[in-house]
């Protein structure tokens, strides 16, 4: 169960990395957009959703270590 966790947050934090890294040196303007992401909070809708994803599994994490120590 730890391993299959451990591979989904692994994966949903690559995906993020992944959809920063593209937006800032794939498109053009990029690195200033990150920029101002930090900033402004506002992102592409790829990131957007990469960080969903991230936060999607971390609460799935949480939640079933929480109903892991109700049965212990």
Not at 28 to 43: F, I, K, M, Q
Not at 54 to 69: D, F, K, M
């Amino acid at each position: 169960m730890l391993v299959n966790q451990a591979e989904s947050l692994r994966k949903a934090i690559e995906s993020l990395i992944d959809a920063k890294l593209y937006d800032a040196l794939a498109r053009p303007g990029g690195l200033d957009r990150l920029a101002a992401y930090r900033s402004t909070g506002v992102a592409s809708h790829a990131i957007r959703s990469a960080e969903q994803k991230l936060e999607q599994t971390v609460n799935e994490i949480l939640q079933s270590q929480e109903s892991y120590e109700m049965q212990a």
